[in-house]
């Protein structure tokens, strides 16, 4: 049998790319709901990938940060990265909790009116 991988080659079962491709995934689908994110010195490289007009201070600021061991985390789906958590925090000591989750709250809200 052959198997068809991500970037479209055709390779039989028994290539390596297959084993670790299966092995990944294993270990993704171990993750939790709330955890720190297993490869938290690629996501800000391939975020620079996608921008090809340049990187935007937040993701300098966001790499710099993770080079010095600020972990990005996972939310569900999202990946918090550090400037996010800095902000969090923040915002946590400014406005409390009750505004903090009014905030989570409204941002929730204009999230699903976009759809």
Known sequence: ???ILANGDIV???DPRV???AQHRENASRQEFFNVAPNAGRAPL???AARPGGRSPFSELNQQLVNM????WNLGNQVVEPVMSILLLFLLMMVGVRGLLLVGLIY???HLSQR
């Open 1 to 3: 049998m052959v198997r």
């Open 19 to 21: 084993r670790t491709n």
């Open 12 to 14: 039989q079962d028994d």
């Open 69 to 72: 061991g600020f972990p990005l």
């Open 108 to 110: 929730v809200v204009s």
């Open 46 to 48: 391939q975020q620079q």
